[in-house]
């Protein structure tokens, strides 16, 4: 189902000229000089370009002797341009002879002039010539340099020509022909040319740096009947290019990918021109730039659409129509969860949906995060933000591993957020330090786990009494807690100002969260002298009296979903502390 869907899309990409994608046989190549011949293969000029073209195929090249391309080469190979003559001379002769021996099968002008002017070309006197030396300063930058042919007086490029087209289509087929194991593709159904690897590399999804295979077959405990490689699982090569090339442009785009610790989720529209839905969907997965990296250096989508994206989301949080004529919240959609595993991707995940309903979700999960003080963090927290705050120091190489891939998951299907999610967001509240404590990410992560947690087992009391702010009917005794350890707090500030090396915070939360019956009655002593004190003492009296009268003792240990309440109950009382009282300005 995944490599049908993404060859399907390939050929999507293919009909669209905006996504660049090469047929099979072609490449997508940055052209840096065009070299103009005579009909009789004189050199005429040569004019300095900078713009991507479709050429003959730039298959990765290594050892002693690289092989040339087909009429589109570095200037090293085409016209032996280099600080090393010698060198230059070996990778002319290479480039000429490969040329020549396909262009004398043709008898059009184009081929003819390039023949003869690969024959009659001295590599080694390139620097005597005149037009080449007008660009000598440019052929000192690290750049390829790469060249393409045109005749004078003719529109386009000599590889463009229908009859060199063919012969280089011919030449493709004779390659495979070297390799021709016939049988039925398991994804297109067809009987066709077999690929005994899958050659396409998968780029930008971690692994190795050259790319990592999707489907491999290398261990023997692998094969069966018989059989090497990815025979085991028979895919056409056609197959394997098309599902490999629409892959790597996913992951490559700005639009269709979401990276979130060693997890790569790229995702897409069962339908041509569906850019409206794949922007809407990536925003709403990525609303707020990353921090560091690439993606803090530019926008990943345009301030316009982000807008528009923030509008439909919005309207779906109400439980509203989308109200965007391009958005078509019925339109399938398909998300892949992609993560390096040693020489090959994992799957984390792979989900067939559309985007009305993902949209929902998402929704879902925004409402589940909403807590008091999160707009003063733009009202939308991303889950690359999410992570961020509960790993250790936050820093993201500290992200739990598989972490990533399953929140990206539970958010997408509405599932159970993940246990360790929860976990980790405890132990960075109970943690001091300049990134430890309970923050607004922190506390949102927490309410939004016990939230949906209660909601799916349908314990209906419990998640009512999860709310965005402070709820004074909640008789929970680990929230009871909670907001009686911030009233303690604050009493302590209001009597020594600023004047506290360490506050009760600092010393005793954790273990006021975990037990506190060891740690209450302590803090209930200090508190006297913090009252007599304080300038609003009386008050903030009252306030701890109000919450002692719901308590009904205090227990020696709270298990892992109390200590998730007491933290939320204390951070909604630390909220409504510092509210203004818009009757008493």
């Given at each position: 189902?995944?490599?049908?869907?993404?060859?399907?899309?390939?050929?999507?990409?293919?009909?669209?000229?905006?996504?660049?994608?090469?047929?099979?046989?072609?490449?997508?190549?940055?052209?840096?000089?065009?070299?103009?011949?005579?009909?009789?293969?004189?050199?005429?000029?040569?004019?300095?370009?900078?713009?991507?073209?479709?050429?003959?195929?730039?298959?990765?090249?290594?050892?002693?002797?690289?092989?040339?391309?087909?009429?589109?080469?570095?200037?090293?190979?085409?016209?032996?341009?280099?600080?090393?003559?010698?060198?230059?001379?070996?990778?002319?002769?290479?480039?000429?002879?490969?040329?020549?021996?396909?262009?004398?099968?043709?008898?059009?002008?184009?081929?003819?002039?390039?023949?003869?002017?690969?024959?009659?070309?001295?590599?080694?006197?390139?620097?005597?010539?005149?037009?080449?030396?007008?660009?000598?300063?440019?052929?000192?930058?690290?750049?390829?340099?790469?060249?393409?042919?045109?005749?004078?007086?003719?529109?386009?490029?000599?590889?463009?020509?229908?009859e060199i087209t063919s012969v280089w289509m011919n030449e493709l087929a004779k390659k495979e022909e070297e390799e021709l194991v016939i049988g039925q593709c398991l994804v297109s159904g067809?009987?066709?040319?077999?690929?005994?690897?899958?050659?396409?590399?998968?780029?930008?999804?971690?692994?190795?740096?050259?790319?990592?295979?999707?489907?491999?077959?290398?261990?023997?405990?692998?094969?069966?009947?018989?059989?090497?490689?990815?025979?085991?699982?028979?895919?056409?090569?056609?197959?394997?290019?098309?599902?490999?090339?629409?892959?790597?442009?996913?992951?490559?785009?700005?639009?269709?990918?979401?990276?979130?610790?060693?997890?790569?989720?790229?995702?897409?529209?069962?339908?041509?021109?569906?850019?409206?839905?794949?922007?809407?969907?990536?925003?709403?997965l990525d609303p707020v730039a990353a921090e560091t990296g690439e993606e803090s250096e530019k926008r990943r989508i345009d301030p316009s659409a982000a807008r528009q994206a923030k509008a439909?989301?919005?309207?779906?949080?109400?439980?509203?129509?989308?109200?965007?004529?391009?958005?078509?919240?019925?339109?399938?959609?398909?998300?892949?969860?992609?993560?390096?595993?040693?020489?090959?991707?994992?799957?984390?995940?792979?989900?067939?949906?559309?985007?009305?309903?993902?949209?929902?979700?998402?929704?879902?999960?925004?409402?589940?995060?909403?807590?008091?003080?999160?707009?003063?963090?733009?009202?939308?927290?991303?889950?690359?933000?999410?992570?961020?705050?509960?790993?250790?120091?936050?820093?993201?190489?500290?992200?739990?591993?598989?972490?990533?891939?399953?929140?990206?998951?539970?958010?997408?299907?509405?599932?159970?957020?993940?246990?360790?999610?929860?976990?980790?967001?405890?132990?960075?509240?109970?943690?001091?330090?300049?990134?430890?404590?309970?923050?607004?990410?922190?506390?949102?992560?927490?309410?939004?786990?016990?939230?949906?947690?209660?909601?799916?087992?349908?314990?209906?009391?419990?998640?009512?009494?999860?709310?965005?702010?402070?709820?004074?009917?909640?008789?929970?005794?680990?929230?009871?807690?909670?907001?009686?350890?911030?009233?303690?707090?604050?009493?302590?500030?209001?009597?020594?100002?600023?004047?506290?090396?360490?506050?009760?915070?600092?010393?005793?939360?954790?273990?006021?969260?975990?037990?506190?019956?060891?740690?209450?009655?302590?803090?209930?002593?200090?508190?006297?002298?913090?009252?007599?004190?304080?300038?609003?003492?009386?008050?903030?009296?009252?306030?701890?009296?109000?919450?002692?009268?719901?308590?009904?003792?205090?227990?020696?240990?709270?298990?892992?979903?109390?200590?998730?309440?007491?933290?939320?109950?204390?951070?909604?009382?630390?909220?409504?502390?510092?509210?203004?009282?818009?009757?008493?300005?």
């Amino acid at each position: 189902m995944i490599l049908q869907a993404l060859n399907e899309h390939y050929y999507r990409l293919l009909g669209d000229k905006e996504s660049k994608i090469a047929p099979q046989g072609y490449s997508i190549v940055d052209i840096s000089f065009v070299i103009v011949l005579s009909q009789e293969g004189e050199f005429l000029d040569l004019f300095s370009v900078e713009k991507e073209e479709f050429v003959p195929e730039h298959k990765k090249r290594s050892g002693v002797h690289p092989a040339p391309y087909f009429l589109c080469d570095k200037i090293l190979y085409s016209l032996g341009v280099g600080k090393d003559k010698n060198e230059g001379k070996k990778r002319f002769e290479l480039y000429r002879d490969y040329n020549l021996k396909l262009l004398q099968q043709i008898e059009c002008v184009e081929a003819i002039a390039v023949s003869n002017f690969l024959k009659a070309w001295n590599p080694e006197s390139w620097d005597s010539n005149a037009i080449i030396m007008r660009y000598q300063e440019e052929f000192n930058k690290p750049k390829n340099f790469n060249t393409v042919y045109r005749i004078d007086g003719q529109l386009g490029y000599v590889h463009q020509n229908t009859e060199i087209t063919s012969v280089w289509m011919n030449e493709l087929a004779k390659k495979e022909e070297e390799e021709l194991v016939i049988g039925q593709c398991l994804v297109s159904g067809k009987i066709e040319n077999i690929a005994r690897t899958h050659n396409v590399a998968i780029k930008g999804a971690g692994g190795q740096p050259a790319g990592t295979a999707l489907v491999s077959f290398q261990i023997e405990s692998f094969r069966s009947y018989g059989k090497t490689q990815s025979y085991n699982a028979p895919v056409s090569k056609k197959v394997a290019f098309a599902y490999g090339t629409a892959l790597n442009y996913l992951i490559d785009s700005d639009t269709n990918r979401v990276r979130l610790a060693d997890t790569t989720m790229v995702f897409w529209a069962d339908k041509k021109g569906g850019k409206a839905e794949e922007t809407v969907l990536a925003w709403c997965l990525d609303p707020v730039a990353a921090e560091t990296g690439e993606e803090s250096e530019k926008r990943r989508i345009d301030p316009s659409a982000a807008r528009q994206a923030k509008a439909v989301l919005e309207r779906v949080k109400s439980g509203l129509p989308v109200g965007d004529t391009e958005f078509n919240p019925e339109t399938r959609c398909y998300l892949l969860g992609l993560a390096p595993n040693a020489a090959r991707l994992s799957v984390r995940f792979w989900q067939v949906s559309s985007f009305g309903d993902v949209l929902e979700k998402i929704a879902h999960h925004y409402t589940d995060m909403d807590i008091a003080g999160i707009e003063r963090l733009g009202g939308t927290v991303s889950p690359w933000r999410t992570l961020k705050a509960i790993a250790v120091q936050e820093d993201t190489k500290n992200i739990p591993p598989l972490l990533g891939g399953q929140l990206l998951k539970t958010i997408l299907s509405g599932e159970m957020y993940p246990q360790p999610l929860y976990n980790a967001a405890i132990m960075r509240c109970r943690t001091g330090g300049e990134h430890g404590g309970v923050n607004t990410i922190r506390a949102a992560v927490i309410k939004a786990f016990l939230a949906r947690k209660y909601r799916i087992q349908k314990q209906k009391e419990k998640e009512a009494m999860i709310t965005v702010s402070l709820n004074e009917k909640n008789t929970n005794n680990a929230y009871l807690l909670g907001r009686l350890f911030s009233l303690l707090e604050k009493v302590q500030k209001d009597a020594l100002g600023n004047n506290i090396n360490a506050t009760i915070r600092d010393r005793y939360f954790g273990a006021a969260s975990a037990t506190p019956g060891a740690v209450f009655p302590l803090l209930l002593r200090l508190s006297r002298h913090h009252i007599s004190k304080s300038e609003y003492g009386n008050l903030s009296e009252r306030k701890i009296q109000e919450v002692m009268n719901g308590l009904d003792a205090f227990p020696a240990h709270l298990n892992m979903e109390e200590q998730g309440l007491f933290i939320l109950g204390y951070y909604h009382q630390n909220q409504a502390n510092y509210v203004k009282n818009e009757n008493n300005k």
